[in-house]
């Protein structure tokens, strides 16, 4: 009984497809939430790169252990388990390179997994590349608080590139809360902030963070500076790579109105090649005062 049932999985999972394309423009897909939760006066905002919980602790981890990006390797849940204790202390998480649910994360779903252990009420993944077994690259969101809508968005580019659009509060004044991976070419990437530039102009509070894959002087002579979102964090907070950290592409980005506190790259999290950047979010008085107002279910 048991084999067969094995062989039903194998079957099952053999069966999922793979998802290959070439250059496409931006898509979203939206997801409304009936439940409206925002009342806190500050958020702990952490934005993490967890490499798939491959761990990488040198250069040449690349080379010598590009095989982890196929299967899994011993202490993968481990470092996963350890990435949970460290998000536990955080409100809304942004996290890229999450695997869904593939060989080399023993097929778990390490976003599902997260929320659990960390005692998350909300959690989204995002799956921008499918390759079946081989890999289920995703964008993750964990949060304490219910938001009242969540978007997907495929960036402009080649397969693999997105952003989340969240909003807290309410559509009166809400919050705007977006974690985003972007394309390691300026060209690529410049085009993918122009469409999030357009997407995000009308709002008033937008935290953005992410891996950016380029520095701040980057993004300020790119189409995202039209928003004039600032940098929570200064020249000596580096994020890459963990070892020996020379450079900061991870960002968390605050509209003008938004204030920030105990911002800090958690330089003892070496469980991944990139450190996670953590801040603290004020929420504006008009944004609770939204939601507070508008305390009822939203329809579809």
């Avoid at 952003?163 to 993918?192: F, W």
């Avoid at 907070?237 to 020379?246: A, E, N």
């Avoid at 999290?269 to 107002?293: G, I, M, Q």
Wanted: hydrophobic share 40%.
């Amino acid at each position: 009984m048991l084999l067969d049932r094995a062989r039903t999985a194998y079957r099952d999972w053999k069966a999922r497809p793979a998802g290959f394309s070439f250059a496409r423009q931006g898509k979203r897909k939206t997801r409304r939430v009936r439940e409206v939760s925002l009342d806190g006066e500050t958020l702990k905002l952490l934005s993490f790169n967890i490499q798939a919980g491959i761990g990488s602790q040198a250069f040449g981890d690349y080379i010598t252990g590009s095989w982890k990006h196929l299967v899994a390797h011993p202490r993968s849940v481990e470092t996963i388990e350890q990435i949970a204790d460290v998000i536990r202390h955080f409100d809304v998480v942004g996290l890229q390179e999450v695997d869904g649910g593939s060989l080399r994360s023993r097929n778990m779903n390490q976003l599902v997994h997260l929320a659990s252990k960390g005692d998350f009420s909300f959690w989204h993944q995002q799956l921008n590349r499918n390759l079946g077994r081989l890999g289920q690259f995703s964008n993750g969101f964990l949060s304490r608080q219910i938001p009242f809508e969540v978007t997907d968005h495929r960036l402009p580019g080649l397969p693999g590139r997105g952003a989340i659009v969240i909003k807290y509060g309410h559509p009166v004044q809400p919050l705007v809360v977006v974690v985003a991976h972007l394309a390691l070419g300026e060209k690529i990437r410049n085009t993918q902030l122009a469409y999030l530039t357009r997407l995000l102009g009308d709002y008033k509070y937008v935290a953005m963070m992410g891996d950016f894959n380029c520095r701040l002087e980057h993004l300020a002579a790119s189409p995202l500076a039209d928003l004039g979102l600032q940098s929570v964090q200064a020249d000596n907070l580096l994020t890459y790579p963990s070892w020996s950290p020379d450079r900061h592409i991870d960002h968390i980005l605050l509209s003008p109105g938004l204030e920030s506190r105990h911002t800090r790259v958690l330089s003892d999290c070496r469980l991944s090649d990139h450190l996670p950047l953590a801040t603290e979010v004020v929420v504006p008085d008009e944004v609770v005062a939204a939601t507070l107002e508008h305390r009822l279910p939203l329809i579809n």
